[in-house]
């Protein structure tokens, strides 16, 4: 079977952050002076080219991807490759300088997270009193802007602590017409916490996890009716009906189809560690090898192989890589 070339590229620039969010865990890994710098991250952009002309998506995050020295030059530099760039962002750190070099750095995409217009809500599980001032000061700086073609998102978390909170979000962005979409996410394993499968029976992570099954279908179900009606939801009809059934029982949910994370993703951590799954083990590191080889390497088509027989109701795959 011949191997496709990756579409997306996750490369995670920092895990730094300003915010302490119950629903990741990266902040607290103290990776410092090893983390790539911005000139390895040019370079790894430059080799994603000799992977030929087809136009590829470069998605930086974090920890809090703007608080990056010298992530604007970045955006700047994959964007004259010919790049689609996203940020996710917590919006924390988005003034009015910031937000209009944002636009002129020809970014396509910035995602804001939001969890809920509740500030006792959104600021408890980001970490961080003022959040929700700030996510909403950014959205007016940005507002303020010709953005040009730049599109701005909300990305949300369905959770147990912002449930109730999920449809009167919708229906704000619904109305604010400098959004152009809200996508949700079923919350997972908080990134970097090391949990295992059943991470959310443990104490401290319960309240992440919707115990009602039928609450939890009602939202859904209400959100469904509103993708249908054209409001922004970005997610497709089956992904919503799909987070239902991992809900109810995240064990028993059984994908559709296998993982397709092998045919189009290049992922990269904040020291340089590529992946085809954050899950199994690295192929290697962008600091010193070549991503072309590695993609096409005897030990990335042994681990493709491990992906291919993967049973795991992976969060992964019903969240970002999600495919109908």
């Given at each position: ?255 559709a189809n296998r993982c397709n994370v092998s045919e189009q993703a290049i992922n990269v951590n904040a020291l340089g560690d590529a992946y085809l799954c954050f899950f199994m083990e690295k192929l290697g590191n962008i600091k010193t090898d070549n991503i072309v080889e590695l993609w096409h390497s005897q030990k990335a088509e042994r681990i493709r192989g491990q992906m291919r027989e993967c ?14």
């Amino acid at each position: 079977m011949p191997i496709k070339n990756p579409k997306t590229c996750l490369l995670t620039v920092t895990n730094n952050c300003v915010l302490r969010c119950k629903m990741c865990h990266l902040w607290r890994a103290d990776t410092g002076n090893n983390e790539i710098s911005i000139g390895e991250c040019k370079r790894f952009v430059d080799s994603l080219g000799k992977f030929g002309p087809d136009p590829m998506e470069v998605h930086l995050i974090g920890g809090e991807s703007l608080i990056k020295e010298g992530v604007l030059e970045l955006i700047r530099y994959i964007n004259d490759k010919g790049y689609r760039t996203v940020i996710t962002s917590s919006g924390y750190t988005i003034d009015g300088s910031k937000a209009k070099a944002l636009v002129d750095s020809g970014l396509a995409m910035l995602n804001l997270s939001l969890e809920s217009l509740n500030p006792n809500v959104h600021d408890f599980l980001r970490g961080r009193e003022g959040c929700l001032d700030r996510v909403k000061t950014a959205i007016d700086n940005l507002d303020r802007i010709e953005r040009k073609k730049m599109k701005l998102g909300i990305n949300s978390i369905i959770s147990g602590a912002n449930l109730d909170d999920i449809l009167e979000l919708t229906e704000w962005v619904q109305k604010r017409l400098c959004l152009d979409s809200i996508y949700f996410m079923a919350v997972m394993r908080p990134f970097g916490s090391g949990f295992e499968w059943e991470w959310f029976k443990k104490e401290e992570c319960k309240f992440l996890w919707p115990s009602e099954t039928l609450r939890v279908e009602t939202v859904l179900d209400k959100l469904i009716a509103l993708k249908k009606k054209g409001y922004k939801i970005e997610n497709p009809v089956g992904q919503l009906e799909a987070f239902k059934a991992y809900f109810k029982d995240p064990f028993k949910f059984v994908k559709a189809n296998r993982c397709n994370v092998s045919e189009q993703a290049i992922n990269v951590n904040a020291l340089g560690d590529a992946y085809l799954c954050f899950f199994m083990e690295k192929l290697g590191n962008i600091k010193t090898d070549n991503i072309v080889e590695l993609w096409h390497s005897q030990k990335a088509e042994r681990i493709r192989g491990q992906m291919r027989e993967c049973r795991n109701n992976c969060e992964l795959v019903i969240n970002c890589y999600y495919k109908d």
